[in-house]
């Protein structure tokens, strides 16, 4: 069984939306075993404190049911798989390295918490502490410990977490984001140390199958410099024709506000090709919502992260600046695109 990035996004739920509960907290926060697929996104800008950022990062596990039964007598059988996607962009040599990983459950090694967020994938980990999260992880020749703290309560996505993916009563998946993260860092590059500051985003979502009629999606989530966090997403048909679009936006102060699909658009103005995959991705956006007229640029094209091994899928996932109309910087976070090097596996 194959897995993709954000295969989150194509979820759909069998019950109707008022039959699900709320999100508890801090149980939402772990795993949830019942459900087919889940997964933890976390992404970020870092520099030296005061300067402006030169390192982008990408840190997801994903969590789905194996192909033995959940009554298995063997504390090994694959009851549960655990995925991993690693990668750093270093925007200064316009260099991204990434990895991946894919084991089944093994306890004390390969293992997610249901109370609490607590994913072990060896040594890589996410974990949450005090009001944030603790990580830890590494590549090809990095490797990184965060520390990510926030005061503000979860940015439930949709209606109170519920994130509508198409226009069927049933199409939804659970999805809360934990944005604007203050973030300490340690990272060891070709043996170099380095002590950085930044902002992180948080992703946590969960859901039991998936819509059949999406070629692909396009995401975004950014922290904005005046404190505001925006997130924009569409899916796409195969014909390219958009399919279902939404998002959010948190705002200091002010109640969050998640936004309907005739309320986002998303129109590509620039395109990279990939001399790997040979897929056309659109690395430069036009963007409007009730946040306003934006312009959203990769901080460079060579983005693209090659999956293949553990879930199927090349993708382009990259750190990207936000403008506003007059061309202002007014944020930084990763933008996410899938279905342009070929159709995503269980679509």
Partial sequence: MKITRRLLLLAALPLPLQARAAMAFPRDFGAHGQQAIEWWYVTGLLGEPGQPPQFGYQLTFFRLTGPAPADHASPLAARQLLLGHVALSDLATRQQRHTQRLLRQLPGAVQVRADDCDVQLRDWTLRRDGDGYRAAFNGPGFSMALQLATPEPPLLQGEAGISRKGSAPDQFSHYYSRPQLATQARLTLDGRNRELTG?????????????????????????????????????????????????????????????????????????????????????????????????????????????????????????????????????????????????????
């Fill in 199 to 347: 902002r992180a985003w948080l992703d946590h979502e969960w859901s039991d199958s998936y819509l059949g009629d999406c070629a692909g999606w396009d995401w975004l989530g950014i922290n904005l410099l005046d404190g505001r966090a925006l997130m924009l997403f569409q899916l796409r048909r195969p014909d390219g024709r958009r399919d279902w679009a939404g998002g959010g936006l948190r705002t200091p102060g002010q109640a969050d506000r998640s936004f309907a699909p005739d309320e986002v658009g998303m129109t590509p103005t620039r395109h990279w090709s990939s001399p790997a995959t040979g897929a056309r991705w659109p690395v430069e956006w036009q963007l409007t919502s009730p946040a306003g007229a934006m312009r959203l640029v990769a901080a460079f094209d060579a983005q693209e992260v090659d999956a293949r091994r553990s879930s199927g899928l090349a993708y382009w996932e990259g750190a990207a600046r936000l403008l506003d109309a007059g061309g202002r910087e007014i944020g930084w976070g990763y933008l996410e695109l899938t279905g342009y090097a070929g159709r995503p596996p269980l679509v």
